[in-house]
């Protein structure tokens, strides 16, 4: 089942923030974060695991509420470069699922000057 | 780092015919990968999963006989299209487990450039 991502859209201004969600009606062992440009494939921001860790990249970092099975990605002062569509990707606890991604519909972000 | 190199690009072909496209991990073994395909303004779905020599594990609803899926060693696993139509045109890209050598599980995954193909 596909985790639920929102919004589906956002535009912002280059140094804005956004927030983008995904949330899971299953237990998750960890929440993967990708950005892809139109064309071209997915490219791995981030993974983050059962434990409720935080994690950064320059200036874009997620967390992980293992309890709500919910995880947010935080774009901070956003850059042109940032723009892209992000998806969250969840693993779910079962053993049938290990390694198996399920991807939530994405999240346009446009970045403008 | 780790590198999937997918090829083609991109393919035109025939209503009918087969494509087979190829994903080659460079710099590692790749014992599994994952196949998934992707429609316009869409997200990413998971087709099926191969493992170096055994044979792939299909999600719910994908063809096995449609979508042959080969993965005869441990850096090359394949994806033919067989009698190709046009509702199969889509993006396909494959995607390895990152090796991580410190931890029981992967630390993300690698997606190759994907294969967009048009069935015309």
């Known amino acids: 089942q596909q985790p639920v991502q929102s919004p589906q859209a956002v535009i912002l201004r280059e140094g804005e923030d956004a927030v983008i969600n995904c949330s899971s009606s299953k237990a998750l062992y960890s929440v993967h974060w990708y950005r892809q440009k139109h064309g071209e494939a997915p490219v791995f921001l981030m993974i983050?695991?059962?434990?409720?860790e935080q994690k950064g990249h320059e200036k874009i970092s997620a967390s992980f509420n293992e309890k709500k099975q919910q995880s947010s990605l935080y774009l901070t002062a956003s850059q042109l470069s940032y723009s892209g569509t992000y998806f969250c990707g969840t693993e779910s606890m079962t053993t049938d699922s290990w390694g198996k991604l399920q991807f939530g519909a994405g999240t346009q972000v446009v970045v403008t000057p | 780092g780790a590198v999937v190199s997918q090829h083609p690009s991109w393919v035109i072909c025939k209503s009918g015919t087969s494509v087979k496209i190829e994903c080659r991990s460079l710099d590692f073994q790749a014992t599994t990968m994952f196949w998934y395909r992707q429609f316009p303004k869409q997200s990413l779905m998971l087709m099926a999963t191969s493992n170096e020599g055994s044979k792939a594990t299909y999600e719910q609803g994908v063809e096995k006989d449609k979508f042959l899926i080969n993965h005869a060693s441990l850096t090359l696993s394949t994806l033919t299209v067989t009698s190709a139509h046009p509702e199969d045109s889509s993006f396909y890209i494959c995607?390895?487990?990152?090796?991580?050598?410190?931890?029981?599980?992967?630390?993300?995954?690698?997606f190759g450039s994907g294969t967009r193909l048009t069935v015309v």
């Open positions: 995607s390895a487990p990152l090796p991580l050598y410190d931890l029981p599980h992967p630390y993300g995954y690698t």
């Open positions: 983050l695991l059962k434990g409720g």
